[in-house]
């Protein structure tokens, strides 16, 4: 796998991720927080066990309602409509919606982030595109009127199956779940491009926040996956969570929903930091046996250590990857170190030059640093 140097979280990460670490959930490590036995929401949040001096997460609140965009208590006005978009913060009422049946996935995908400075159609398995990138800026806005436009746009070859990752910053989130009514619009859409699967947006949870924001943002993700379904669109339930609890909840929706047959994660920000990946890598393990019927897993940002517990763990995992093409437009060129790693050297072009060959070089070499974990050779190319 990716060669990644062997860094502590303190040298790393520094001062605030010191910090940050302080207000990570650990129920095997810390009591439950005082505070937290009080509170009318305790069933659904689960409370907090972090090692920080802390009696409930009202400690997070900022004090400044009048600039904050959390969903907290200590601004009643936007709380109750921040509610009331989500219909309350339970699972339960989220509407049942149909099982599809989607495609079968390549064990690695690459993500393609633009067409530019390629002259030639890029032909792997498959592609993943960002989602927010695919749907118009503008509300009602149509950005591309089929999947050939798609496929010219991103330049790679017409007829590639075509996944959407929902994974992005918060803006882009936030612009999506803006869309309200016109969210089931989009996605026809996207359906209608020929979209084989697409992750649902990662509302983020947020460790110092009140935990109202993070049930918020866990609510939507729900919505959002079920809004994909309704629209005959297949989607992969991205499972957020910040603790043992939370992972509990979304065990239990899935294990009531046999719609969900697809779930998603990505292992940056707060769940890639060093001493929290593999805590999450091994809640996503006991989701998976807690289910008891097979999930296909998508994943992003992971290392080979990690990945190969959770290739044991579900039926089936696909890789998004975003090496190839991130480190294709910074003209770095793989280079094989053995047992899976790569290694990279510079590998500058002539101005303007297209890097067709520099891609397909790093898709290929990056596919096969997976060969060890998944037992076999990765599928790079349609047909093979």
């Not at 746009?153 to 309200?180: C, H, K, N, Y």
């Not at 975003?322 to 280079?335: C, E, G, P």
Request: with cysteine.
């Amino acid at each position: 796998m990716l060669n990644v140097p062997d860094v502590s979280g303190e040298q790393k990460y520094g001062r605030k991720h010191r910090r940050e670490r302080k207000s990570w959930h650990d129920s095997g490590k810390h009591t439950p927080s005082l505070g937290c036995n009080v509170c009318p929401d305790r069933q659904t949040c689960g409370g907090l066990s972090v090692e920080r001096t802390f009696y409930n997460c009202l400690d997070n609140c900022c004090g400044q309602p009048e600039k904050c965009d959390a969903v907290c208590r200590n601004n009643p006005c936007e709380f109750v409509q921040r509610v009331r978009e989500v219909s309350g913060f339970g699972f339960d009422n989220v509407p049942r919606a149909a099982r599809l049946l989607c495609a079968p996935l390549p064990q690695v995908v690459p993500v393609l982030f633009h067409g530019s400075s390629r002259a030639v159609p890029f032909a792997p398995a498959a592609v993943c595109l960002p989602l927010y990138s695919v749907v118009a800026r503008n509300r009602g806005a149509q950005r591309y009127r089929d999947a050939t436009s798609v496929a010219q746009a991103f330049r790679f070859q017409v007829g590639t199956p075509v996944m959407l990752t929902g994974t992005a910053i918060d803006r882009p989130l936030e612009r999506w779940w803006s869309l309200g009514p016109l969210r089931l619009d989009e996605s026809r859409r996207l359906r209608d491009l020929g979209v084989e699967l697409v992750t649902t947006p990662n509302f983020s949870l947020f460790t110092d926040r009140p935990r109202w924001d993070d049930m918020h943002s866990m609510k939507r993700i729900a919505i959002t996956h079920e809004e994909f379904l309704r629209v005959g669109l297949s989607a992969a339930l991205h499972v957020n969570a910040r603790t043992e609890w939370d992972w509990e909840r979304w065990t239990n929706y899935i294990l009531q929903r046999s719609e969900v047959t697809h779930v998603a994660f990505e292992f940056t920000t707060g769940a890639g930091r060093v001493g929290r990946i593999d805590w999450h890598a091994e809640q996503l393990a006991k989701l998976a046996k807690g289910v008891g019927r097979p999930l296909h897993l998508v994943v992003r940002k992971i290392s080979g250590n990690v990945l190969s517990g959770l290739v044991s763990a579900f039926a089936q995992t696909t890789v998004l990857d975003t090496t190839s093409f991130i480190k294709t437009v910074r003209r770095q060129r793989a280079l094989e170190a053995g047992r899976g790693r790569l290694q990279w050297e510079a590998s500058p072009t002539d101005l303007d030059a297209p890097v067709d060959e520099l891609l397909t070089h790093n898709w290929s070499a990056v596919s096969r640093s997976f060969d060890t974990v998944f037992g076999k050779p990765t599928v790079l190319h349609a047909g093979e």
